[in-house]
């Protein structure tokens, strides 16, 4: 399992002081332990959890976004683990294509624009509108730490 919280956090109800510390950063979440908790337990009855890996989780309105560099370690375990954790959940990877992206990301929409750059290299950013990103109570912090999470430039606009 590859997961951002230590293995004493994801099998123990303990904080340990190094993830505690990540926690204050802002660069874990409670529901980063939340998830990891939840396929920890899911470990003894799917052993295909023991190969999961996900890196972050946010809340997407209803729903939740699991951020994992392999998205096919998680995609079977999603039925189970959206009932352990009582949400719906969807994964997107790194730095993904705009269609998969747009289904990862639903119902938030977003725009993708690209610039050219003097150096010839391309620079690609997506824009959030930010009437939608607070109907669904998405903090700036939130879709900032979003883009990090997906390798991404976002902006809200
Ligand atoms: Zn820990």
Redesign the pocket.
Known sequence: MKLP??????SLY???????KKLQQRSLSRLDFAVARALTSLEEEEPAASKAEFSRAFPLGPKLLLVSDNPSTLEPLLPQLGRLLRRQLSVAFPKADAPSLAKALSPLKFTKTQSFLPDGTTRTKLLFRKAQLKQLRIDRQTLKAIGKALSLEVSAV
Do not use: G, L, Q
Request: hydrophobic residues 40%; negative net charge.
């Open positions: 919280v230590c293995d004493i956090c994801r303990v904080v340990c002081e190094v993830c505690s």
